[in-house]
């Protein structure tokens, strides 16, 4: 299996090394050269196994010789052995046809750990091949940031520091990223939203000197074995529900592209998802995008759905990748234009994302009356995130089942859900002393030059 940058001029990659390397040299993002296709009989034989089972079958055809069988069957066991749910990612119906797929029974309690725990886990089997060192730097919108502490804090092998726009992340968020107690670990608060965060990582990809002299590697959704890790939910959810006798559709809470990219990775791998749904709140790039063929930037606007307040979707790279009939030139010349403040999608490659993803928008008071309506209907006390999710479902109910991701648990985004419910939501026990352990970061300007002294200077140490 080889991995090829979306702009067409980076190295090709095996599995390995695409997962350490995060962005590619040319500024893309790596992509399967082909994906692999499960039969009908591979696919039906998934309904009723373990999370793990099913996600070692449709992993496995991705990884090359990185692992052997059994040494990969152990990484999959370690990494979800920590989560509160037995199923892994439990399926929760909301009405007819309407199902919540409960991804936030992780140790951070957002679905960012179903990914992370396993990336953690193979990083460091990797290096621990070697006696390599790597150093991550990855940017949070708020749950990257934990969940990779949690995944990462004690890891041998690796140093990892996590920029989060200072201010702009709930307080569980931030605990979760300050409390962690291991020397690898380092979170940094910077001046600056989500987007300035992500520019810099950038930019320290970009610096080749300093990427290869810190041997960067990267844990954001641009790394593929992310994505790959998140199209494992897609089967288990789909083949409980009927799949692949039936189809099933899926919404998508969306801010970065990243969980929505792993449904469309499902689909193209013999999924039967008839429809693939984008929910944004009013940071509603993708929604314009998908409706107007303008894919234009516009200043994040703060929302009571923080890990979506996101302006450039990155992983939407990929996408446009596929529908510009994997021309890697024509994707360098749509970022150069990006970088001006946004570009024209051309009509072949509008028809291509019509026909594979629609969209809905929710607005802030949308979010609310949903958390408060789902609660009164269902029991079921949702997320900010998630409720976006489920108000841009109830859009798009058709004949097939319909899934929307729960993104998030609902303690993670408390003071949302008490403004919509009256009711504060309890963290699960397991992490009931959150706001009882001392925290510990470092505010940094805006400056790449200061943040890349800070990192050298830390992993001299
Ligand atoms: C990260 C995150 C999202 C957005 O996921 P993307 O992969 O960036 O689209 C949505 N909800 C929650 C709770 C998140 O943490």
């Not at 969940?147 to 569980?172: C, K, Q, T």
Request: aromatic share 8%; with cysteine.
């Amino acid at each position: 299996m080889r991995y090829v940058s979306t702009r067409g001029a980076a190295p090709v990659l095996n599995f390995s090394e695409a997962m350490m390397t995060g962005l590619a040299r040319d500024g893309g993002l790596y992509v399967p050269e082909t994906v692999p296709t499960l039969t009908h009989a591979q696919i039906a034989a998934m309904a009723g196994q373990s999370y793990e089972d099913i996600a070692f079958a449709v992993m496995w055809p991705f990884l090359g010789d990185t692992f052997t069988e059994t040494e990969f069957r152990g990484l999959i066991a370690t990494a979800y052995a920590g989560f509160g749910h037995a199923a892994r990612a439990p399926l929760v119906q909301l009405g007819p046809n309407h199902h919540l797929l409960e991804l936030f029974h992780g140790p951070t309690l957002a679905f960012k750990d179903f990914a992370m725990q396993l990336i953690g886990q193979m990083m460091q089997a990797a290096l621990a091949k070697t006696g390599q060192r790597i150093t991550i730097v990855g940017a949070t919108s708020g749950d990257t940031g934990s969940a990779a502490m949690e995944a990462f804090r004690g890891l041998a092998n690796v140093d990892l520091f996590i920029l989060y726009p200072h201010g702009r992340v709930s307080d569980v968020q931030r605990r979760q990223m300050t409390t962690p107690v291991e020397a690898n670990v380092h979170a940094l608060a910077i001046d600056g939203d989500f987007d300035v965060a992500q520019a810099r990582v950038k930019d320290m990809f970009n610096d080749h000197a300093f990427r290869d002299g810190v041997r960067l590697a990267g844990v954001n959704s641009i790394n593929w074995a992310r994505v790959l890790a998140q199209v494992v939910y897609y089967f288990a959810a789909a083949t409980a529900l009927g799949a692949p006798h039936r189809a099933v559709g899926f919404t998508v809470p969306t801010g970065n592209f990243g969980d929505i990219f792993a449904g469309y990775i499902a689909r193209q791998m013999g999924l039967p998802i008839d429809r693939l749904v984008i929910a944004t709140n009013h940071n509603d790039i993708l929604h314009r995008a998908l409706s107007t063929g303008d894919y234009v930037t516009d200043g994040v606007k703060p929302s009571i759905s923080p890990s979506m307040d996101i302006q450039v979707s990155s992983n939407f790279e990929r996408a446009l990748f596929d529908a510009y009939g994997r021309d890697g030139a024509a994707i360098t010349a749509l970022m150069a234009e990006l970088k001006a403040g946004g570009f024209h999608i051309s009509q072949g490659a509008m028809q291509m994302l019509r026909a594979t993803f629609a969209s809905g928008r929710c607005s802030e008071a949308e979010t609310s009356a949903t958390i408060t309506r789902t609660l009164a209907q269902t029991g079921e006390l949702l997320c900010p995130h998630s409720a976006v999710g489920v108000k841009v479902a109830e859009e798009h109910l058709g004949a097939e089942p319909m899934v929307t991701l729960a993104t998030a648990h609902p303690a993670k985004f408390p003071d949302a859900v008490k403004a919509a419910t009256g009711i504060h939501p309890d963290l699960p026990p397991r992490m009931a002393d959150l706001f009882d352990r001392p925290e510990r970061m470092t505010r940094v300007p805006d400056d790449l030059g200061q943040l890349q002294a800070l990192i050298r200077e830390r992993i001299a140490r």
